[in-house]
């Protein structure tokens, strides 16, 4: 109930402040549930990965950090979150989301790189696909990067990529992992292109110490 709520305010927020998103290839989603992975490109490209799914409900990963403050982490709770330490991640960054995924009606979203500022694919993604036996569905986001550029309403873009598939009996290898990451990576660039040929990612951040 909580995240139908939220889902709706927040989708009147978003329109009003840029209004100009459009989301491609949703064909491509499978039925039941799945994961979506995309590069982390801004703090809020999991709101617009969300929102081009609906109506389909996700949970995700929070750092633990966020749960501190009482408040924030009641939303995170009720908007379906979990925290995981990301120096430390343990065997419950892989359980946890492969629990929601076998036992209940919501979808993932996940960022294989892990944060906005690295752009190395890490093997988590495919073996909490492969052990709850859900695809990956890549997905990539293009738009404005920081808060204040939505307000310029700039076109937003999430596209959806066709879904990958592991086979629960395949051994995941250090090597098969590192091809799973590579088609994931391949469909990136791809839809990437697709939306637009001549998009460049520019970590934002990294723009702004330079300045400094």
């Known amino acids: 109930m909580f995240y ?10 978003v329109f009003i402040i840029n209004g100009n998103a459009r989301y491609e290839h949703k064909d491509r989603l499978p039925k039941g549930n799945y994961i979506l992975v995309g590069p982390h ?29 009482p408040i924030l982490r009641w939303v995170l709770l009720h908007a379906n979150a979990f925290s995981v330490d990301r120096d ?35 093997s988590g993604a495919a073996l909490i696909a492969q052990l709850s036996g859900v695809p990956l569905v890549p997905t990539v986001y293009q738009g404005p990067l920081t808060f204040k550029q939505l307000f310029t309403r700039k076109r937003i873009t999430v596209a ?20 799973v990451e590579k088609e994931m990576q391949s469909a990136f660039d791809a839809l990437d292109y697709g939306v637009n040929p001549d998009f460049k990612y520019v970590d934002v951040s990294e723009k702004e110490d330079s300045s400094k």
Do not use: C
């Open 88 to 122: 430390n991640p343990g065997p419950s960054a892989i359980k946890k989301p492969v629990r929601i995924l076998r036992k209940s009606d919501l979808s993932l979203i996940l960022f294989p790189s892990g944060t906005r500022h690295s752009t190395q694919l890490k």
């Open 160 to 179: 959806f990529g066709e879904p990958i598939t592991i086979d629960r009996k395949q051994k995941l290898t250090e090597d098969f992992q590192k091809q």
């Open 4 to 13: 139908s709520f939220m889902r709706v305010l927040v989708r009147i927020l």
């Open 41 to 69: 490109r801004t703090w809020f490209d999991p709101i617009y990965f969300a929102l081009a799914a609906s109506p389909k409900k996700f949970s995700f990963m929070a750092k633990k950090e966020l749960f501190k403050n």
